[in-house]
């Protein structure tokens, strides 16, 4: 739920005269609305307010812009791709909860990709029984993505994709992704139902590391294949998709410990941030966890783990903790996490990739030098 400032709180905060707080609501920079116990009295929306005051408290200077937009700062790149709003995850204009209640990823696909049908994803004979040596085999043949059109470019996403499928044990047929997956896990349907909301809401997240990390190989004209190697490799560190193995660390050390001191001596060792928790976009929980966690029995362990952790920072599970819960309530394998996370997000790296080769300027940050 939305928190919400009176009118001298919001001051404080921005430290601005009453004249600046409402030319910024009058833009829209702040959501403003009328307070129910004094209608005469306006509320300034909490979120609004703390990201324009940390806007203002950064330097102007260009170089201190570009240092900050590396760290959830402003945005870099223009795309019609996804965002986050507000605390809701946008889709090319819809609402990615929304969707994953009874959409598939492959339909999905079509609506990032902007093609009229869902793709065919299925995996190459033999397939690489390893995701980063599916993709690489796909490199040497493969043509680059500058220059082609869109129609080619989804075929080359598909087959990238597909040798991404198949390395992870997702066999050929006519049954969509989440029904071939959950049949290599021998899940039920009401687990593969879950499965299928769990890859669409990984899809995409606007400009995460990984996503970035394929912008910039498309921005070179790299193949698809090449494109999403670059993903996986960002996609591969432990403060990304690997945040789920140490998650499994925290959880097998409260089993040991108990919760309240397993969050705590975690903070005490890696500060404020605990793997599974927090979101800088989601200031009021990770709408994504929400979305998976409500249709899942969440087991004791985890259940304590958020309980402590909440009462000790606030901070709320994000998805990685959902797909946790996921993982332990289906008795999936271990790197189960890090399958659906590479799964789902390779339709949203296969969609950026897309969109960044349609232009024809390389990404080429500058950097601040503080050598000799």
Known sequence: ????????????????????????????????????????????????????????????KPAAIAASSMAWGEPSLRTGISTVLHGRLIYRGQDALR??????????????????????????????????????????????????GAERLAQDATA???????????????????????????????GAALIRRALVLLADHELNASTFA???AASTGAPLAACLLAGLAALSGPRHGGSAAALAGLLAEAGRTGAEAAVQNWLNRHGGQLPG??????????????????????????????????????????????????????ALPADAPFTLFLLGRSVGWAAHAMEQAQGDAIIRPRAIYEGE
Not at 103 to 121: G, K, M
């Open 1 to 60: 739920m939305d928190e919400w400032l009176d009118r001298t709180e919001a001051l404080a905060l921005l430290n601005v005269k009453a004249q600046t707080l409402y030319a910024y609501a009058s833009r829209g920079l702040i959501q403003v609305r009328p307070d129910p116990a004094q209608v005469q009295r306006s509320l300034y929306r909490a979120e609004d307010v703390v990201a324009l005051g940390r806007r203002r408290m950064r330097s102007r």
């Open 99 to 148: 969707l994953a209640e009874g959409a598939s990823l492959e339909q999905v696909a079509a609506l990032l990709w902007s093609i009229p049908a869902p793709p065919d994803i299925q995996p190459p004979a033999p397939s690489p029984p390893q995701p980063f040596a599916a993709l690489a085999a796909l490199i040497p043949a493969a043509q680059p993505s500058a220059g082609r």
């Open 160 to 190: 990238a994709i597909g040798a991404l499928a198949g390395a992870c044990g997702i066999g050929p047929g006519d049954a969509p992704l989440h029904d071939r997956l959950a049949r290599h896990w021998r899940v039920e349907a009401q």
């Open 214 to 216: 394929c912008r910039v």
């Open 277 to 330: 928790f927090g979101h800088p976009l989601y200031p009021q929980g990770d709408a994504r966890a929400g979305a998976l966690l409500a249709g899942l029995t969440v087991d004791p362990g985890l259940q304590a783990l958020a309980r402590a952790f909440f009462e000790t920072t606030g901070q709320y599970p994000n998805i990685d903790y959902a797909l946790m819960a996921l993982t332990r309530s289906l």
